[in-house]
């Protein structure tokens, strides 16, 4: 008897309980935030973390393999070149070494309604007949 007895509390329990659950879903299922936002942010979130897992491909095969022969070797197989490093105080030095910076003239862009070409030949023109002069 004490165990049929207990048994029936716990039933009532259990009625209880779902019966509390019921009657929340009842309240919260006519809500659109929860309709419709959870599913959107679990979307956003879900997103979000799926993209970061696949962009760190790339740097795990980097740090897996690092830059090891086998690994260049792949790589050139494949057709892909290592890119020459580029010092940028070197380009510096060879742009100033090879620019003239003191014999140049300024060529004006032709306006909409005006003919580029016939403009800017007679400004070259001009520019010649300046500079044969100055000499």
Avoid: C
């Amino acid at each position: 008897m004490y165990f049929s007895l207990y048994e029936n509390l716990s039933n009532v329990k259990e009625y209880v309980m779902l019966n509390r659950l019921r009657t929340l879903y009842e309240r919260v299922l006519p809500s659109r935030h929860l309709r419709q936002g959870v599913p959107f942010l679990a979307f956003l979130v879900l997103g979000w973390l799926g993209i970061r897992e696949f962009a760190n491909i790339r740097y795990d095969i980097k740090k897996k393999y690092g830059q090891s022969d086998a690994f260049r070797e792949r790589m050139e197989k494949g057709g892909k070149k290592k890119i020459k490093e580029i010092d940028p105080e070197e380009e510096y030095k060879k742009l100033v070494e090879d620019a003239d910076l003191d014999s140049w003239f300024n060529i004006r862009g032709p306006r909409p309604e005006e003919d580029s070409r016939a403009i800017q030949q007679e400004l070259r023109e001009k520019h010649q007949k300046l500079d044969s002069a100055s000499n």
